[in-house]
């Protein structure tokens, strides 16, 4: 059998193959901000950090009690300072003290700015840590929920500063996944109240420290 004898079979075959529907992905979005929101496991590990916060600036406020003591010791000094009535000895012993009081406050500014910007770094190193432990769990259920429903692809439509996609419209059709995955996340806990659902909002950081007089 030649070649042109069997032309007719395969242009019979491939209007067969065309007229078969290619596969259409199943496209799905979900809120990733939303998950870590309302994922049960966010609260704990904000709370851990902001306990963790409270201990370790516990020092940092007594730095600041200490300058606010140094700085009341000042007060009266410049006063004497300033006195003409006073003999020049009292003056300059005031002086001499006030230098004293200015140098020790001084040292207090440095290490309450140097621990100060210590803690402030192991605080957002937590935070780090923590947003990536939480967001590989998610994932992972996020995984799980689309092989389970068949979906091929997984947009996130919560625009997270770190996405590098942008979606301009969802249309009502597209399967929102964000409630099942939540669910999955939050099986066997009991249902929050409407107020107490967490945001992951940074932990609370040191003031700056106050300026030397």
């Not at 904000?46 to 300058?67: F, G, H, R, S, Y």
């Not at 230098?99 to 020790?104: K, N, R």
């Not at 979606?167 to 399967?175: C, D, M």
Request: with cysteine; proline share 7%; glycine share 2%.
């Amino acid at each position: 059998m030649t070649f042109f004898r069997l032309l007719p079979s395969f242009l019979a075959l491939a209007t067969l193959v065309a007229a078969i529907p290619a596969h259409a992905q199943k496209i799905a979005v979900i809120d990733m901000q939303e998950c870590i929101n309302q994922y049960h496991k966010t609260k704990t590990e904000i709370d851990k950090i902001n306990e963790e916060a409270k201990t370790k600036t516990a020092p940092l406020d007594q730095i600041k009690q200490d300058m606010d003591n140094l700085a009341n010791k000042l007060k009266p000094l410049e006063g004497k300072i300033q006195d003409t009535s006073l003999s020049m000895e009292v003056r300059k012993g005031a002086q001499a003290e006030a230098q004293a009081l200015f140098a020790e406050l001084g040292a207090k500014r440095t290490a309450l700015e140097e621990q100060s910007s210590k803690l402030q770094a192991e605080l957002y190193k937590m935070r780090q840590t923590m947003e990536l432990t939480l967001v590989a769990e998610i994932r992972a259920v996020i995984n799980k929920v689309s092989v389970a429903q068949a979906i091929d692809l997984v947009y996130d439509s919560s625009f997270l500063p770190k996405s590098n996609k942008a979606i301009v419209y969802i249309g009502p059709a597209v399967l929102d996944l964000t409630k099942d995955v939540v669910g999955t996340l939050n099986e066997g806990q009991p249902a929050p109240s409407p107020d107490s659902a967490p945001t992951a909002s940074p932990p609370a950081t040191p003031k700056s420290a106050p300026a030397v007089p």
